[in-house]
């Protein structure tokens, strides 16, 4: 085919035009990630304050307000499934000055349950994995309820009887009591609540047969006695609960529905200001202060690039969605 050499001029000038604009915005993130950040940072927390994603922001707060010799201010935003305080970041210019704290409940509602407008993939860019913790199953202590073997065979001869509470509906303990149910067959009644305190309250006082939380709020009613843990949601033994068995070690090979926070950015924010966040918050999670404490309030330090906390997330996504339909939940 024959091609004019005018054409192959305006081409050429095409390429070089577009060359030129990639290398200049590759020097500019640059330049702007080598100064940031120059004003105050904002993590928005999607919850009320005094939960653990509220914990764990304000503590990557105050040392990255440290650190940058700017104020790092926590945000809470709570309401509308997680989405108020989501849709609040991604609207937000994406210059590195507005992120994300996400957990397991944003993950389901950016897309996996309802009709938000919301996009997971599209609309966030993955920064940092901040820390992973574990649900507990427990019971109170005058439960026959021993162990995984005693849970499955009461619930194989009662179907449908016992029941569990959790923090609400598509919850990290929701999906964790949906694995449960989905890798042994047996049926359970969910009863959700507004929250964890009033589904621990119900559980030690005999309104529900056991309930699935995290470990901080769990925590005193196992040192009072006014609950007895059963098992935990992880492949590995929680160091804070170093006698307590794993589901997986229970018969429930793989099993892992961990709790997580971690820190995402409005999808258009560049990668130089990401990868410098990334790299300060990085070390901060290496600190041995920031692991014991977060050890101390029942997670573990996590961290890692944002490439894997992007393979971390797809894989969980995953796992929700089989989840999502095996139980048949809706949101809308």
């Known amino acids: 085919m024959l091609i004019l050499p005018w054409i192959r001029e305006i081409d050429m000038q095409r390429v070089l035009t577009g060359l030129v604009a990639l290398l200049l915005a590759a020097s500019t993130g640059s330049a702007a990630a080598q100064v940031f950040p120059q004003r105050a940072v904002r993590i928005v927390v999607p919850f009320?304050?005094?939960?653990?994603?509220?914990?764990?922001?304000?503590?990557?707060?105050?040392?990255?307000?440290?650190?940058?010799?700017?104020?790092?201010?926590?945000?809470?935003?709570?309401?509308?499934?997680?989405?108020?305080?989501?849709?609040?970041v991604v609207r937000s210019a994406p210059d590195g000055y507005t992120l994300l704290m996400i957990t397991n409940e944003v993950l389901v509602s950016t897309g996996l349950g309802g009709s938000a407008a919301i996009s997971l993939q599209k609309d966030l860019a993955p920064v940092i994995l901040i820390q992973t913790g574990v649900n507990v199953l427990a019971v109170r202590p005058d439960?026959?309820?021993?162990?995984?073997?005693?849970?499955?065979?009461?619930a194989q001869a009662s179907p449908g009887k016992?029941?569990?509470?959790?923090?609400?509906?598509?919850?990290?303990?929701?999906?964790?009591?949906?694995?449960?149910?989905?890798?042994?067959?047996?049926?359970?009644?969910?009863?959700?609540?507004?929250?964890?305190?009033?589904?621990?309250?119900?559980?030690?006082?005999?309104?529900?047969?056991?309930?699935?939380?995290?470990?901080?709020?769990?925590?005193?009613?196992?040192?009072?006695g006014k609950l007895r843990p059963v098992a935990v949601g992880s492949i590995r033994r929680f160091p804070a609960l170093?006698?307590?068995?794993t589901l997986d070690e229970s018969g429930l090979t793989g099993f892992d529905m961990s709790t997580v926070n971690g820190l995402m950015a409005p999808a258009a924010t560049p990668a130089a200001i990401i990868a410098k966040i990334n790299r300060d918050a990085a070390s901060?999670?290496?600190?041995?202060?920031?692991?014991?404490?977060?050890?101390?309030?029942?997670?573990?330090?996590?961290?890692?690039?944002?490439?894997?906390m992007a393979t971390f997330l797809q894989e969980r996504v995953i796992v929700l969605k089989k989840l999502i339909a095996f139980a048949n939940i809706t949101f809308d």
Do not use: C
């Open 143 to 154: 439960s026959p309820i021993r162990t995984v073997k005693d849970l499955l065979a009461q």
């Open 242 to 245: 170093p006698d307590v068995p």
């Open 48 to 88: 009320t304050p005094g939960g653990g994603p509220d914990v764990a922001a304000r503590v990557m707060g105050k040392y990255l307000s440290d650190m940058w010799a700017q104020p790092v201010l926590v945000e809470n935003r709570a309401g509308g499934r997680t989405l108020i305080g989501t849709e609040l």
């Open 162 to 224: 016992l029941t569990f509470g959790t923090p609400g509906v598509g919850s990290s303990s929701h999906m964790a009591a949906e694995q449960l149910m989905l890798m042994t067959k047996i049926s359970l009644q969910h009863i959700p609540y507004k929250g964890t305190a009033q589904s621990i309250s119900d559980a030690a006082g005999g309104q529900i047969s056991m309930v699935l939380a995290a470990i901080p709020p769990l925590t005193p009613m196992f040192q009072s």
């Open 284 to 308: 901060i999670l290496s600190k041995k202060e920031v692991v014991d404490n977060m050890l101390v309030s029942g997670s573990l330090a996590a961290g890692g690039t944002p490439a894997d």
